[in-house]
């Protein structure tokens, strides 16, 4: 029997252009296709085990590239009367004043703005389809439709970036006072426009003192960095984001949508297909999961510590046990090793990163994996 669920993901794989550096897969799609899409997605959703989530994140893709009827038809039919949060993802090229109203009023209540960069030319470099200009309009759009939980997704160590041109597109984004940022710098994915012609990026000094720089400008402006890319000010934390990184079950739907769920004894991950046709063509046989993998109960640790260890206040030590059912003697030589080395404070009752922790994040995670597996 499938557990309750209480957050749901839902994807839109539909982008108006591909941007150089995104990984995700995506394609342009049509009205009618994009019609039929909602329509798939909604299906699922009714044949799903009960859901009546308490957050609900819509991204992709580009959510906000579906025409209103569309996107207003997948938000009626998504909407809980549960939701403390719920998030839409929208590119400032596709927010019109309309969008944010019907947004607004359907029950949306946080925006996550892909705004990248506030440079014009930096734009084009990374083949983003709106400008600066666009950006901060479609944020006051936002704002004068009601919403008051906005997230500004920002990256760093762009190519050719200098720290000066970093500093301006942070104090730009500050100007606006969004209550959260998502921060992270830009890393060369495979199967990627920059995979194939990498551009010239900041080394990796330049790219360390851009991090400091950041961490230390919104501390300064009254954000907390509450995990590795986010900044909220107080009580603007991504709840949504917050249950996948405490190891929490989600419900994702939507081609390409990854789910995490837990059953007695085990934790099961699960798959949709890919493209927005097969996924369609499986709906119509009321086949919605295209895989679902047990984890194994030796990469439980990492699993568990390779988002937890992303928030920089820790978790509580209980919730390893809570989230995987085993055992704390599971990970005690991990913990103790980690704790020798610097990498974890001595806190017995939380897994805690040091900032030596989070500054060589991935070698302390790596602790966690299987001794087979294990890199250091």
């Known amino acids: 029997m499938t557990p309750p669920v209480e957050h749901l993901y839902v994807h839109v794989p539909f982008c108006a252009v591909k941007c150089k550096y995104c990984a995700f897969y995506s394609e342009a799609g049509d009205a009618a296709q994009m019609g039929a899409y909602v329509a798939g997605v909604l299906d699922e959703l009714a044949r799903s085990p009960a859901v009546r989530p308490r957050t609900i994140f819509v991204g992709g893709g580009t959510p906000s590239l579906l025409p209103l009827p569309h996107l207003q038809r997948l938000l009626e039919g998504i909407r809980s009367d549960a939701v403390e949060e ?29 705004v990248q960069a506030l440079d014009d030319a930096m734009l084009a470099v990374i083949g983003r389809i709106h400008s600066c200009r666009q950006a901060v309009e479609s944020y006051r759009r936002l704002r004068a439709a009601g919403f008051e939980n906005i997230n500004l997704d ?12 970093l500093r301006a597109d942070i104090e730009t984004a500050l100007a606006l006072a969004p209550p959260h940022l998502s921060l992270y710098q830009l890393t060369l994915e ?27 400008r919104t501390a300064a402006a009254g954000y907390f960095h509450y995990e590795v890319s986010a900044y909220a000010r107080p009580g ?3 709840r949504h984001n917050l249950n996948y990184w405490t190891f929490g079950d989600y419900l994702g739907i939507g081609a ?26 499986q709906t119509r ?6 895989e679902s993998v047990e984890v194994a109960r030796a990469d439980l640790p990492f699993e568990f510590m390779l988002n937890a260890l992303r928030l920089t206040a820790g978790v509580e030590a ?59």
Not at 195 to 207: C, G, M, Q, R
Not at 261 to 280: A, E, G, I, K
Not at 338 to 367: E, H, I
């Open 86 to 114: 719920w998030t839409v993802e929208c590119n400032p090229a596709t927010v019109s004043d309309e969008k944010a109203r019907r947004m607004r009023e359907v029950g949306v209540n946080r925006i996550s703005l892909g």
């Open 154 to 165: 920002l990256m760093f160590a762009l190519p050719g970036q200098s720290l000066s041109q």
């Open 190 to 216: 495979p199967n990627t426009v920059f995979a194939k012609y990498p551009p010239p990026l900041p080394d990796e000094d330049s790219a360390a003192a851009m991090q400091a720089w950041i961490e230390e």
């Open 236 to 238: 603007r934390e991504c």
């Open 256 to 281: 390409g949508a990854h789910g995490k769920l837990s059953f007695p004894h085990r934790v099961v991950r699960q798959r949709r297909l890919q493209r927005p046709d097969s996924y369609l063509a």
């Open 285 to 290: 046989t009321r086949r919605f999961v295209a």
């Open 318 to 376: 209980d919730l390893f046990t809570a989230r995987t059912g085993l055992p704390m003697s599971a990970i005690a030589g991990s913990v103790e090793r980690a704790r020798s080395r610097g990498l974890l404070t001595s806190d017995p009752d939380r897994f805690v990163p040091t900032p030596l922790g989070r500054r060589f994040l991935s070698d302390l995670q790596a602790l966690f994996l299987p001794p087979a597996k294990e890199r250091t």
